[in-house]
């Protein structure tokens, strides 16, 4: 593997690589699949995070990541694309609408994400939690992985989420320790570690995931630092992407990682224990997110064995 440090330290443009050309795939199901989003008056992290593979999930795999409590965070982290702002008020009805879309649309695993609720108490944990327990009575075969922020780093908060027992609790890492503070807005490292420790401590049995972006300026010991940083507070499953600029206000791109090293990184964090780790150029948090929680469900079962 090439050395892991930045190619550039200066805020010039970097060509992006051939392999991060994106497959357009717009055939009926991606059609029928956003035209049942704008009916049922939904948002997917897929569209508002400019996900790469929202071609691939939609019109292949018949997959989306919804996003709940509005599509305005009450963050600004200078990675996201995410609208930024004050947020409408809670809508209740939102967790059924959801469930009625999965059920629809006859899913095998739905991941459910939330913009940073930091105007209310529970940090949005209550919606999150009802969301969960809506779609098992509608769609008791659907697997249900859920995608909090840290909801202010409030146990109770955590509780209430984790008592709905989801099939996968998801928050990511984002960054090294270095970074944070300059890339995630409101958020810590530390606080992020201690989120996903403190659910595997309420539900053991539930595997935990995170996901972490490079080309930011991190080095190759640091993004070791964070593998054994997640295993050493139980967390499971490891997502490896790059960090895509969004938009010109954004932080820019210090390296492109070829296929190679993804290969090589996502080869490291099977060796440090994790149950699956998904590593690529293209990867994001919710991809193959389904393979993810079979792979987990799989080693967990040989465990108990």
Not at 121 to 144: F, H, N
């Amino acid at each position: 593997m090439s050395s892991c440090k930045p190619t550039n330290t200066k805020q010039e443009h970097i060509r992006k690589p051939d392999w991060l050309k994106i497959k357009l795939n717009t055939n009926d199901e991606y059609r029928g699949l956003k035209k049942l989003m704008r009916e049922k008056n939904l948002h997917t992290v897929c569209e508002e995070a400019r996900c790469p593979n929202i071609h691939e999930c939609w019109g292949e795999r018949r997959t989306a990541t919804f996003m709940i409590l509005g599509d305005v965070c009450t963050r600004a982290c200078r990675f996201c694309a995410v609208k930024t702002g004050l947020p409408n008020e809670l809508d209740l009805a939102e967790p059924e609408r959801v469930a009625d879309s999965v059920q629809l649309m006859n899913l095998k695993h739905v991941v459910i994400t939330v913009v940073a609720r930091d105007d209310l108490k529970d940090g949005g944990s209550s919606v999150l939690a009802e969301t969960v327990r809506a779609i098992r009575r509608k769609s008791p075969q659907t697997s249900v992985e859920v995608l909090p922020s840290d909801m202010g780093g409030v146990e109770e908060n955590l509780r209430i989420l984790m008592d709905a027992k989801p099939d996968i609790l998801n928050h990511n890492i984002e960054t090294v320790r270095s970074l944070t503070k300059r890339v995630r807005a409101r958020a810590t490292y530390d606080r992020s570690l201690e989120f996903l420790r403190r659910s595997k401590e309420m539900q053991p049995d539930i595997p935990t995931k995170s996901s972490l972006m490079i080309g930011l300026g991190e080095t190759e010991e640091e993004i070791y630092e964070v593998m054994d940083d997640l295993r050493a507070n139980g967390v499971d499953i490891m997502t490896i992407g790059q960090y895509l600029q969004p938009t010109k206000k954004h932080l820019a791109v210090k390296k492109y990682y070829s296929p190679l090293e993804f290969g090589k990184l996502r080869k490291i964090a099977m060796s440090k224990g994790f149950s699956h780790c998904e590593a690529g150029p293209l990867v994001r948090s919710s991809y193959h997110a389904d393979e993810q929680v079979s792979a987990a469900t799989k080693q967990r079962q040989m465990l108990n064995q």
